[in-house]
């Protein structure tokens, strides 16, 4: 029974790429989150998802980022025209219907040179 | 806006200790709190979760106990062992937040000496 599968682990762009992550839930859940680890900061939550709708993106910034959870597929979170600041390990986690154990991937890995 | 705070940042012990983790939250409406544990350069690993009407779980040598009206919950690690040399981490998921929201503290990191 895999668990929630993120890739790629490590992911190095320069500034104004974009970077590309994406997460597969464990199987049988259908509700996705997404969270992100600055350095020396705690983990903060970025947007809640269930197959094609985005349920809370509160934690999201306004500009640059976007994440999609498509019918067929895994979840993706996009950074557009990445800068400096946006260095840091991105989790992704999943839960069933309920919501109240949440399993959380080995993250993704980004760095902008 | 609930604020998760985690006491001490860093923590070294012996093996063999016994020793106790402090997480402290600012609001009291909280739906359950969680605890996890996090190696270097890995995911989450749940330990254990306390809802919100429980005073405490126990799973091996963890135990973790919420005490809602004072904003504080406790790991207790037992009989530590090197193993345990890990970056532990309090979430709360409030009742104001959607699910999945959780409030996480910046984590304290131990470290158990052979």
């Known amino acids: 029974n895999a668990g929630v599968m993120q890739n790629p682990r490590h992911l190095v762009r320069r500034r104004g790429q974009e970077a590309r992550l994406r997460c597969s839930p464990m199987?049988?859940?259908?509700?996705v989150y997404w969270y992100r680890q600055l350095p020396e900061e705690g983990l903060k939550f970025m947007v809640y998802l269930q197959k094609e709708n985005i349920i809370d993106e509160s934690g999201m910034p306004k500009e640059r980022f976007s994440a999609e959870f498509p019918k067929e597929g895994p979840s993706i979170l996009r950074i557009q025209q990445v800068v400096r600041g946006d260095s840091a390990a991105y989790f992704c986690?999943?839960?069933?219907?309920?919501?109240?154990?949440?399993?959380f991937g080995e993250g993704s890995w980004l760095t902008v040179v | 806006k609930q604020e998760v705070t985690q006491i001490p940042a860093a923590l070294s012990v012996p093996e063999g200790e016994n020793l106790v983790l402090n997480c402290s939250f600012t609001d009291s409406a909280i739906y359950n709190l969680q605890w996890f544990r996090q190696d270097p350069g890995k995911g989450l690993t749940s330990l254990l979760l306390i809802q919100s009407s429980q005073r405490e779980q126990t799973s091996g040598r963890l135990n973790a106990s919420l005490d809602k009206s004072s904003g504080r919950s406790t790991l207790y690690i037992a009989a530590s062992q090197p193993g345990d040399s890990a970056t532990y981490l309090c979430?709360?998921?409030?009742?104001?937040?959607?699910?999945?929201?959780?409030?996480f503290g910046k984590g304290t990191k131990l470290s158990v000496k052979p």
């Open positions: 986690a999943s839960s069933g219907t309920s919501g109240n154990t949440i399993y």
């Open positions: 979430a709360a998921m409030d009742y104001g937040g959607s699910q999945g929201n959780l409030i």
């Open positions: 199987k049988g859940h259908s509700h």
